[in-house]
C-alpha cells in the first residue's frame, strides 16, 4: 500500500486529495503559502467530511442543528488529521496539521470577538473595513489548496463546490515534505448561475456575493454573523448561501 493510501485509510473521510505544494505556492499570494508556514513542505493533503442535508434544507429554522452539524463535522475533521500527522512522524517525516480553529471556546484565531461585535454597527466605515477584513484572512486557504488537488472548483459563492456534494462540504489540511502524488485542477461545470438564478447570491441575507463572482464582502458576512453570535465563541452559523446553492446535484 502506498503513502497516499495509508493516509487515506487513517482518516477515513469522505473526501481525501492532494496537492503539490510547490505548484500551489506559486499562485498563492505572499505570506500564504506553504513555504510561509513549513519549510520544506512538498506536498498538501486534504480531507473533507460532507454535512448533512436535512439541516442545510431546513435553514434558516434549523439553524442550531446545522451549526451543531457543522462544529461536530470540524472536531471530527481535526481529530482525523492529528492522526494523519502522528502517523507521518512517526514515520520520520515532517507534518504540520492546519486544523479548524474557530472551535467554540477555543478562538485560537485570537479575533477580538468582543470588541469586534461593539463594532458591528459601524465597522463597514472604511477606516473600520481595512483594520477589520485583515483579520478575516486564512494563513492557507483551504478551498484554493483543494482546488490545486483537482478535488473540486470555485463557485460564484466562493465555496468549493465537490462532485455529488456541492458546497456542503468541510475541510482541513496538513502540510508534509512527504513526496506524495498529487492532483491537477479541473473544471467540473458544477457552478451553473445562468440555470440557477444566481441563487447564493439572492439568499445572502447581507448582500456579501455577487454576480461578477468578486471575493466575499467578508466584513459584510462578518458583520452578520456578530448579529447571530460570537464565532469562536457562542451563536449559530448562516450557511444560507451553502444552502441555496444546487451543485450539490450537479453531476
Known amino acids: 500500500m502506498s503513502l497516499r493510501d495509508e493516509l487515506k485509510s487513517i482518516a477515513g473521510t469522505d ?18 503559502r506553504p513555504a510561509d508556514v513549513m519549510t520544506g513542505a512538498r506536498s498538501i493533503v486534504l480531507i473533507g ?15 442550531k442543528e446545522y451549526t451543531a452539524n457543522f462544529h461536530i463535522a470540524n472536531a471530527e475533521l481535526n481529530r482525523a488529521l492529528f492522526e494523519m500527522a502522528d502517523y507521518l512522524e512517526l514515520r520520520g517525516n515532517k507534518a504540520f496539521p492546519i486544523p479548524y480553529k474557530e472551535m467554540p471556546g477555543w478562538n ?18 472604511p477606516v473600520l473595513r481595512k483594520v477589520v477584513g485583515a483579520t ?9 489548496m483543494a482546488i490545486e488537488a483537482g478535488m473540486g472548483e470555485l463557485g460564484v459563492n466562493n465555496l468549493l463546490l465537490v462532485p455529488g456534494h456541492g458546497a456542503r462540504v468541510r475541510l482541513v489540511a496538513l502540510l508534509t515534505d512527504a513526496r ?19 441563487a447564493c447570491v ?24 456578530l448579529k447571530l453570535g460570537m464565532p469562536g465563541q ?3 452559523r448562516c450557511g444560507l448561501c451553502i444552502a441555496a446553492c444546487p451543485a450539490n446535484k450537479n453531476a
Open 180 to 198: 506524495l502524488k498529487a492532483g491537477v485542477p479541473v473544471d467540473a461545470g458544477l457552478c451553473r448561475p445562468e440555470s440557477c438564478g444566481y
Open 136 to 144: 478575516l484572512w486564512e494563513d492557507l486557504s483551504y478551498r484554493h
Open 234 to 236: 457562542s451563536g449559530v
Open 202 to 225: 439572492r439568499a445572502c441575507p447581507v448582500g456579501a456575493l455577487s454576480k461578477e463572482g468578486l471575493p466575499t464582502d467578508k466584513v459584510k458576512c462578518l458583520k452578520h454573523y
Open 15 to 32: 473526501l481525501f486529495g492532494i496537492a503539490d505544494a510547490n505548484a500551489y505556492g506559486e499562485k498563492a499570494p505572499e505570506g500564504h
Open 108 to 125: 485560537l484565531e485570537n479575533r477580538p470577538a468582543l470588541l469586534l461585535k461593539s463594532l458591528r454597527h459601524v465597522m463597514e466605515a
Open 49 to 63: 467530511r460532507r454535512m448533512l442535508d436535512s439541516p442545510l434544507d431546513g435553514l434558516p429554522a434549523t439553524s
